[in-house]
């Protein structure tokens, strides 16, 4: 990058081939973000046109399987080859499954073509992040990646929204049909204005590590997503693949410590900034997925609200986070002192946490949910491309892959744990609430069946259903916001982070 780039950069003024790349860069990076949530209000309707009701969680969880599996070899193959390859192929496989997806005709091809999409999604996700490091300078990471953490958020946010208004006024099928235009006009910009890849060299890649990190992480995932659902967590399957994971995990780890070109550099934890921002990122996915959960179900369920309601409740959280995204990203940049911005990101976070347990646990109504709501996107806009600045800042270059994948896949799994964990808080204290009831309540029925079964029941019942629901529900926000507090702590430990001065500036024209 020449010096007059770095300056155009840090003014705000962008080369024209920077804004292509930027530019296909955010629009990739949104559509892999929204095809974690479109998809969600669409399912009904695809389990009734294609038939395959039992296996319908699997359309959801082959593309987080394989998005967040992917993402560190992706990051290591692009340390050692290049980012350009990767980020376009990347992008063609998300497209092309993407198209499959649209046209699939049983249950079994949409989940085997969401399972390849997820490959797309994974590469698609941590590259457009780790292009950015190669294009500007330390200092301006964070303006840049405010940017995109504004992409991201809005993409998955509204996600649930956008879905269900596709399959309500044309079908199902168009929430994969929009990738279309939206992905070949993204991948045009790149194909034309990424630049090239550095000439080949020789490496050894770590196909073993690949192998037994692939295997673990699946194995893990498949626990956090499908125990408690789909057979119970003390079953032999629970057991079966805990013992999977543990066991692969453990040679992984092993593996890594003596690899040449290992796809996980366990050596990088040792930089105190790196480990920091790696934990502080993986709790913000905690939250923020359980959050994304939880809250419409709330919204539904205890305040009884419809779907496009409880979605419409979310606004405040996608506004506050697109705007102190942006804006935050560009004032960091300028003071140069990013842990500051992330601490205080992480106490909003936990602040607005805190309050949705408060409330949950009065009962407010729910225009006192926006503020708890705007303080939680506040938190998540001014810390998250913070959290990742500091990342990237704090390792050599030829590691940048590799640190941002790490970051990706840890936030990734701290998503899916936080769904887990703060699910099966609220199904204890579900099952516990309406076993005190008494009566005739299968309490089986309604922990599965959700809004339809409490439907199905006498009204008299409902207000006592709702006590439950909400009592339940306000403890998987608890949840959340000890996480964050315990987040919080290990920010402030966080030395060493201030970006260096910016070089002086010639005089424009």
Known sequence: ???????????????????????????????????????????????????????????????????????????????????????????????????????????????????????????????????????????????????????????????????????????????????????????????????????????????????????????????????????????????ILGGIALL??????????????????????????????????????????????????????????????AGAMMLPQVIAMLLTSTFGGKLSSDLGRPKIFMVAGIAFEAAGLGMLAVLAMTGAAYPAFWLALALLGTGMGIAMPNATAIVQNSVPKDSMGVATSTMAFLRSMGGTLGVAVSGGVMAMGLSSNLRALGGDIDVQAIINGGMEAVDTLPATLRPEIDEAFRQAITAAFEMGGIVMSVALVVALTLRGTAFKPRPAEPPRD
């Open 248 to 309: 692969a995990l453990t040679l992984f780890f092993w593996t890594e410590l003596r690899a040449a070109e290992p796809i996980i550099n366990l050596r990088l934890f040792r930089i105190s900034a790196f480990a920091t921002g790696i934990l502080t990122m993986s709790c913000m996915g905690f939250a923020m997925m359980s959050a994304m959960v939880f809250l419409p179900l709330y919204f539904q369920l205890v305040l009884g609200l419809n779907p496009a309601q």
């Open 1 to 239: 990058m020449t010096s007059q780039t770095s300056n155009d950069i840090s003014t705000g003024w962008l080369p024209p081939h920077l804004r292509r790349v930027f530019s296909g860069l955010i629009v990739a990076m949104a559509l892999a973000a929204l095809d974690q949530s479109i998809v969600n209000t669409a399912l009904p309707r695809m389990a009734s046109d294609l038939g395959g009701l039992a296996h319908l969680s699997w359309v959801v969880t082959a593309f987080m399987l394989t998005n967040t599996v992917s993402t560190p070899i992706y990051g290591k193959l692009s340390d050692m080859f290049g980012r350009r390859v990767f980020l376009l192929g990347a992008v063609i496989v998300f497209l092309v499954m993407s198209m499959l997806c649209g046209v699939a005709q049983s249950m079994g091809q949409l989940i085997a073509f969401r399972f390849l999409q997820g490959i797309g999604a994974g590469g698609v996700m941590t590259l457009s992040q780790t292009v950015i490091s190669d294009l500007v300078s330390p200092r301006e990471r964070v303006r840049y990646q405010g940017l995109f953490s504004g992409a991201f958020a809005f993409a998955s946010l509204t996600g649930p929204l956008l879905g269900g208004v596709l399959t309500t006024l044309l079908s199902w099928r168009w929430v994969f049909y929009i990738n279309l235009p939206l992905g070949i006009l993204a991948l045009a910009l790149l194909w034309t204005a990424l630049p090239p890849s550095p000439p080949r060299r020789s490496h050894k890649i770590d196909y073993l590590g690949a192998g037994l990190l692939i295997i673990g992480a699946s194995a893990l995932l498949l626990l956090f997503s499908l125990g408690g659902s789909l057979f119970a967590w003390g079953s032999l399957t629970s057991l």
